[in-house]
């Protein structure tokens, strides 16, 4: 049973540019979290999807967007890169958007130069 | 503002060690205090977790403490192992209205048992 898998796993980007990050949700969960993690730092929620809607944001500017297919699986997309954008964005799937329990993806590095 | 405090930071400990990691929490409406294990290159994975209406919880080597009135929660590691170093976080959730939930986390502490 596969778990959560994101890709890329590492991707290399300039000031500026755009960037599109992809996640697939354990099989069986239907709702998809985003969570950005700084080097040394907890993970900071971006935010939720759940039946291909929004459901809740945390406190991220609108360079950063997503979606969710009718297959669960999640994209996140950030514009406008800056040099602060670099860091590990996780993906996390879980069954409902009030459910406890979440399984995380191994992330997607991204380091903006 | 850090709604989930954690301490220490880092904590070295021998094989055979009793580690403790402390967090506090502001927001009274969290209703779920999960803990989190990361490895270098991987993503976090439960540990365990805990409701406030539990005061302790024991699963394996794993302990959760929980004190409601003081807002605090802390993490045992019974017969530490140099296989248990890693990065844990604990987190703290609640649901709103929508009965969405997202998990604020704790900055992390880095654990390193000594053989």
């Known amino acids: 049973d596969a778990g959560v898998t994101q890709s890329p796993t590492h991707l290399i980007k300039t000031r500026g540019q755009q960037v599109t990050l992809r996640c697939s949700p354990k099989?069986?969960?239907?709702?998809v979290s985003w969570y950005q993690q700084a080097l040394g730092q907890g993970p900071q929620f971006i935010f939720q999807?759940?039946?291909?809607?929004?459901?809740q944001r945390g406190n991220f500017p609108d360079r950063f967007s997503g979606h969710q297919f009718p297959n669960y699986s999640s994209e996140l997309n950030v514009n406008a890169l800056l040099l602060g954008d670099s860091a590990l964005y996780l993906c996390?799937?879980?069954?409902?958007?009030?459910?406890?329990?979440?399984?995380f993806g191994a992330g997607s590095r991204l380091t903006v130069l | 503002q850090q709604q989930v405090k954690q301490s220490p930071q880092s904590l070295i400990v021998q094989k055979g060690g009793i580690p403790i990691i402390n967090c506090a929490y502001e927001?009274?409406?969290?209703?779920?205090f999960p803990w989190y294990q990361q490895f270098p290159g991987k993503g976090p994975a439960l540990l365990i977790a805990?409701?406030?209406d539990v005061s302790e919880k024991k699963e394996g080597r794993f302990t959760i403490s929980f004190n409601k009135s003081a807002k605090q929660f802390s993490l045992h590691i019974m017969d530490s192992q140099p296989g248990d170093s890693a990065t844990y976080f604990c987190?703290?959730?609640?649901?709103?209205?929508?009965?969405?939930?997202?998990?604020?986390w704790g900055l992390g502490t880095s654990l390193a048992v000594n053989p």
């Open positions: 999807y759940y039946e291909e809607e929004e459901r």
């Open positions: 996390a799937s879980c069954l409902g958007s009030g459910a406890n329990v979440l399984t």
């Open positions: 099989s069986g969960h239907d709702t």
């Open positions: 987190a703290a959730s609640s649901i709103n209205a929508g009965n969405n939930r997202k998990l604020i």
């Open positions: 805990i409701r406030p």
């Open positions: 927001n009274t409406a969290f209703d779920y």
